[in-house]
């Protein structure tokens, strides 16, 4: 009986066009993101510009939260 080694599956499973499929629901659903107000709480802001950063939307983060 073969035995399941979860690094071979999914080395396996994560093809470089499942990545990239991965990689682009993961920025529609950032993207989907509503902008935070004034009335967003602190945590939603720092949630907002964490998974922005992260996705690589920096100028997006840029342009909501502008330098005063």
């Known amino acids: 009986m073969d035995e399941f080694k979860p690094v071979s599956f999914f080395s396996e499973w994560l093809?470089?066009?499942r990545l990239l499929?991965?990689?682009f629901i993961f920025n529609?659903?950032?993207q989907a993101m509503?902008?935070?107000d004034s009335n967003s709480s602190v945590v939603y802001v720092f949630v907002f510009k964490f998974i922005?950063?992260?996705a690589g939307n920096i100028n997006m983060t840029r342009?909501?939260?502008p330098k005063k």
């Open 15 to 17: 093809t470089a066009d």
């Open 21 to 23: 499929m991965l990689y």
């Open 28 to 30: 529609s659903a950032v």
């Open 34 to 36: 509503p902008d935070p």
């Open 52 to 54: 922005h950063l992260i």
């Open 63 to 65: 342009k909501a939260f």
